[in-house]
């Protein structure tokens, strides 16, 4: 029985490996798209970035900025960077086609490690789905052999009270 669940997990990577690579291709398709469509910008920090932090406080925040709009003129908005960060930086930014900011495009190693990712997730699933149903077969048949233990064992005892 556990050799045909060790079965079933192997030959389930041939399937999660199809499913990668759907997840890859799928990826790479947003990735193009998203290349298209979004447009790296350089933002000037217009104040200084607060340097203290209290408790339970993020790393970055959110500092007022102007940039360049991709068909011409300016905008002015809050971008995230690093405390301490003095007024005049440059931070890189995405926008996309409005001017407005927007979280970078996808990559080749991102839409990579999304397909791995997703591989990885699933063959795990199915080897844990493998897993719980050995268990709870094993649980069954346990319970089976001692209920098959019990009936033979009042027989035997009926068997020699006779005597």
């Not at 970035?49 to 339970?56: E, H, L, Y």
């Amino acid at each position: 029985m556990l050799v045909s669940f060790l079965l079933l997990a192997l030959f389930a990577i041939p399937v999660v490996a199809s499913l990668g690579s759907e997840t890859y291709a799928s990826r790479l398709a947003v990735a193009e798209q998203e290349a298209e469509s979004k447009h790296r910008a350089t933002a000037v920090l217009l104040a200084d970035a607060p340097v203290s932090m209290t408790t339970g406080e993020m790393e970055n925040v959110r500092v007022l900025a102007r940039w360049e709009r991709p068909g011409g003129g300016e905008q002015v908005g809050e971008v995230s960077t690093y405390r301490g960060t003095t007024r005049g930086t440059e931070i890189p930014v995405w926008l996309d086609d409005d001017g407005e900011l927007t979280s970078p495009p996808i990559t080749r190693a991102g839409a990579a490690t999304d397909a791995v990712s997703v591989a990885i997730s699933a063959w795990l699933g199915v080897v844990a789905l493998c897993g719980l149903v050995f268990l709870a077969v094993r649980g069954v048949l346990s319970r089976l052999r001692a209920a098959q233990w019990a009936r033979e064992w009042a027989r035997v005892e009926r068997e020699w009270s006779r005597r």
